[in-house]
């Protein structure tokens, strides 16, 4: 009796035991499905939910990688991939070519003319002048001709161009009507094409980062430069020469082969910001390394070593319109050359501000 009574209930149990099984499958089978639709990116038609913005389905829906989200107030550049079958593609590509590898085509070694100090153009306009940041391209073509204060006079844009060869890379630009200029200009235009009003923020050039309130300062510089720099850009600033020999995989610093004092580069201010956002290689603007203080010293004590020097003595002619950094006098305020190198800067700024105005 007891027995039978005990078979009674075990069934009853497994009876239950089934039953219960049966429902957290069910259960587990929906929710598998449900996840693996939702992480394949499975939608449902728009129009079911259109109206009920804050439905618990678009909510819950699992949101894409936030780094494959294009940044809208950013440029972005176009891909080479959209050239595809096009009939100018082969120029632009090769201007393209002629940014990166520009050493490989026209520095000492060249196998197009031997025009360069062994740099890239894309040493300083990073990834092919593209990068936010980082001197990219986005504004360029479609400013000129327009008036350079450094000139003094309206420029095409080939003359910037050779602007750049003639300081940074502290050499000679291909002719004006010359393949490589051609390509070169081709590439530009149709890189910064798509610059538009949905771009907001300017993001050409380099970010300029806050003045110290101190000069900035070379030894201090210097360790910073040990600690950060040295591993890529050698204890000599030298750089490191690529296995070809034609070009560098560590560009340098400074020495015979780095830009000249007449560059861009050669102001603090473009220098630090360039650093304190592209560097050490692979610091971003979003994730950069050093401080600003930091990025000031590194600046100066990379600017007061030795390099080419340049006679930029029809430079800036008009001195309100001289760069409160710019490192050669004369000025049209009272401050001396070293405080224009080094700073501070912030009474330089106000004063020079003031004159403007007075004019
Ligand atoms: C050592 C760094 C460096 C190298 C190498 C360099 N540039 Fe530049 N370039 C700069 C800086 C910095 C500026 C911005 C200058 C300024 O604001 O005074 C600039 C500006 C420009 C501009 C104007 C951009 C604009 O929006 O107005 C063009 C075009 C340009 N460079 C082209 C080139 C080309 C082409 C090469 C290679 C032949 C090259 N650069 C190599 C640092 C460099
Ligand atoms: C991990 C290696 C690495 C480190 C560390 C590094 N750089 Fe660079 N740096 C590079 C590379 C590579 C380039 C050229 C980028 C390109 O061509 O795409 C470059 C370019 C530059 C340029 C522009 C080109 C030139 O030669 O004038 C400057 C300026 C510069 N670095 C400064 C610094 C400073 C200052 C530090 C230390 C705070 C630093 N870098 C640390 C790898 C490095």
């Not at 939608?43 to 439905?55: E, F, Q, R, T, V």
């Not at 008036?147 to 602007?163: D, H, N, Q, V």
């Not at 010293?297 to 006679?311: L, S, T």
């Amino acid at each position: 009796m007891k027995t039978e009574r005990n078979n009674e209930e075990k069934l009853h149990v497994f009876a239950r035991l089934g039953k219960y099984l049966a429902w957290t499958s069910c259960l587990f089978v929906v929710v598998m499905f449900s996840l693996v639709l939702a992480l394949s990116g499975f939608h449902l038609p728009k129009g079911i939910y259109a109206d009920k913005p804050n439905s618990p389905i678009q909510k819950n829906q699992i949101k894409p990688l936030k780094s494959r989200v294009p940044e809208p107030e950013y440029w972005r550049a176009p891909d080479t991939i959209q050239l595809q079958g096009k009939a100018y593609a082969d120029l632009i590509i090769y201007g393209k070519n002629l940014i990166v590898r520009t050493a490989y085509y026209l520095g000492p070694e060249g196998i197009v003319g031997k025009l360069t100090n062994g740099m890239n153009c894309q040493n300083c306009h990073l990834d092919a002048g593209t990068r936010p940041f980082a001197n990219n391209f986005s504004v360029f073509y479609a400013g000129f001709p327009k008036m350079s204060a450094r000139s003094g006079r309206k420029e095409e844009a080939f003359e910037r161009i050779a602007e750049c060869f003639e300081r940074s890379l502290n050499g000679k630009a291909p002719g004006r009507n010359s393949r490589e200029m051609l390509a070169m200009l081709a590439y530009l235009k149709w890189v910064g094409k798509k610059q538009n009003a949905a771009h907001s923020i300017a993001d050409n050039s380099v970010k300029k980062i806050p003045y110290l309130d101190v000069p900035a300062d070379p030894l201090k510089g210097k360790m910073v430069y040990a600690s950060k720099c040295s591993s890529c850009h050698g204890e000599t600033g030298k750089g490191v020469a690529s296995p070809d020999e034609k070009g560098y995989i560590y560009p340098p610093l400074w020495g015979r082969d780095s830009y000249n004092d007449g560059a861009g580069m050669f102001r603090l201010g473009n220098f630090a910001g360039f650093v304190k956002n592209n560097m050490p290689y692979g610091a971003t603007y979003k994730d950069p390394n050093l401080t600003d203080a930091q990025a000031w010293d590194v600046a100066a004590f990379v600017n007061a070593q030795p390099r080419p020097h340049m006679d930029s003595k029809n430079d800036y002619k008009n001195l309100y319109t001289k760069p409160i950094d710019y490192p050669f006098g004369p000025y049209a305020d009272s401050f001396s050359e070293e405080q224009h190198k080094y700073g501070p800067f912030i009474e330089v700024e106000k004063q020079h501000a003031l004159l403007k105005q007075q004019k």
